[in-house]
């Protein structure tokens, strides 16, 4: 029976050439294979796993060789501090996107009972954070998805965000028209992109992801249709690519919102823009 130190190395050895992050994916697959933490595995290298734990770390493996994500395999992503259940029905939640939860927590004084729309919710991670971040405010979350919304369902009950609701909606169709806050993450990869054939998202549901040749459609429906459904003053504020900023900035004007401000993400690219009714 092998070491956990053999099985890591194992691991990395058949990970290398096809995971830029062969040694922490191990890592993660075998930890989550023990019901351990990453830290335990570190303490106690000289444990031996029993041949059936063994055996369903090298099935992770393989799949991971093939390229499926490792959210996907351990069914888990961390997102702004909670731990969210992911399946290939939603998009793998981004550490960019915890830009767009601050950016609405920062624009929306905290004390302040709110109703807040959160447009694509996927599995629930800007609505469950938002939620949980400000239990006084009702979340409301939509997607076109009925397994996103089940999944965004399980997230918000596991994480007791009791202040979420769901519905199934294309956009802003069905949305109340007295919000204070319209956030979303919509697909904003054009359709042609040759990033969709590398990487994790090709295992992720093109619906998540592209919209348009541009990669603008979902953008342009949400700023047209959005600014209706909001109070006077109320807020929109909106993901999208690196190079849509000035798209993003250029449609709110087009839809008379103010206050437009673009952020940038950790890699200094442009990434959320926001605007008020
Ligand atoms: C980029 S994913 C974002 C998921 C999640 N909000 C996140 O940030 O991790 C976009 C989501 O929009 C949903 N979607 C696509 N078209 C839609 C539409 N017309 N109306 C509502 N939701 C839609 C997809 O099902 C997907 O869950």
């Given at each position: 029976?092998?070491?956990?130190?053999?099985?890591?190395?194992?691991?990395?050895?058949?990970?290398?050439?096809?995971?830029?992050?062969?040694?922490?994916?191990?890592?993660?697959?075998?930890?989550?294979?023990?019901?351990?933490?990453?830290?335990?595995?570190?303490?106690?290298?000289?444990?031996?796993?029993?041949?059936?734990?063994?055996?369903?770390?090298?099935?992770?493996?393989?799949?991971?060789?093939?390229?499926?994500?490792?959210?996907?395999?351990?069914?888990?992503?961390?997102?702004?501090?909670?731990?969210?259940?992911?399946?290939?029905?939603?998009?793998?939640?981004?550490?960019?996107?915890?830009?767009?939860?601050?950016?609405?927590?920062?624009?929306?004084?905290?004390?302040?009972?709110?109703?807040?729309?959160?447009?694509?919710?996927?599995?629930?991670?800007?609505?469950?954070?938002?939620?949980?971040?400000?239990?006084?405010?009702?979340?409301?979350?939509?997607?076109?998805?009925?397994?996103?919304?089940?999944?965004?369902?399980?997230?918000?009950?596991?994480?007791?965000?009791?202040?979420?609701?769901?519905?199934r909606t294309h956009w802003c169709a069905d949305l109340p028209g007295d919000l204070d806050a319209v956030v979303s993450n919509p697909p904003y990869v054009a359709e042609g992109d040759p990033h969709l054939k590398e990487?994790?998202?090709?295992?992720?549901p093109r619906a998540a992801l592209t919209a348009g040749p541009e990669g603008l459609d979902a953008l342009r429906a949400i700023v047209e249709q959005a600014p209706a459904h909001l109070v006077p003053g109320g807020l929109?504020?909106?993901?999208?690519?690196?190079?849509?900023?000035?798209?993003?900035?250029?449609?709110?004007?087009?839809?008379?919102?103010?206050?437009?401000?673009?952020?940038?993400?950790?890699?200094?690219?442009?990434?959320?823009?926001?605007?008020?009714?």
């Amino acid at each position: 029976m092998a070491t956990l130190t053999e099985l890591l190395h194992e691991g990395r050895a058949l990970l290398e050439e096809h995971s830029p992050s062969a040694d922490l994916d191990a890592r993660v697959l075998l930890a989550h294979v023990l019901g351990r933490s990453e830290t335990w595995l570190r303490t106690w290298p000289e444990h031996r796993p029993g041949r059936e734990e063994a055996g369903r770390y090298r099935a992770l493996l393989r799949h991971r060789a093939r390229g499926c994500p490792v959210a996907y395999l351990t069914g888990e992503r961390e997102f702004f501090g909670h731990s969210f259940r992911v399946s290939e029905a939603v998009l793998i939640p981004r550490p960019e996107t915890e830009l767009l939860v601050e950016a609405v927590l920062e624009r929306l004084p905290g004390e302040n009972a709110a109703r807040v729309a959160d447009l694509g919710t996927g599995s629930g991670a800007i609505a469950v954070s938002l939620a949980l971040a400000r239990p006084q405010w009702t979340v409301l979350a939509t997607d076109e998805s009925d397994e996103a919304l089940e999944l965004a369902r399980v997230n918000a009950r596991a994480l007791g965000a009791g202040n979420v609701s769901l519905s199934r909606t294309h956009w802003c169709a069905d949305l109340p028209g007295d919000l204070d806050a319209v956030v979303s993450n919509p697909p904003y990869v054009a359709e042609g992109d040759p990033h969709l054939k590398e990487g994790d998202v090709r295992f992720e549901p093109r619906a998540a992801l592209t919209a348009g040749p541009e990669g603008l459609d979902a953008l342009r429906a949400i700023v047209e249709q959005a600014p209706a459904h909001l109070v006077p003053g109320g807020l929109l504020a909106l993901e999208h690519g690196y190079d849509q900023g000035e798209a993003v900035r250029a449609l709110m004007h087009e839809a008379g919102l103010a206050a437009i401000e673009t952020l940038r993400d950790l890699a200094g690219h442009e990434r959320v823009t926001a605007g008020c009714r």
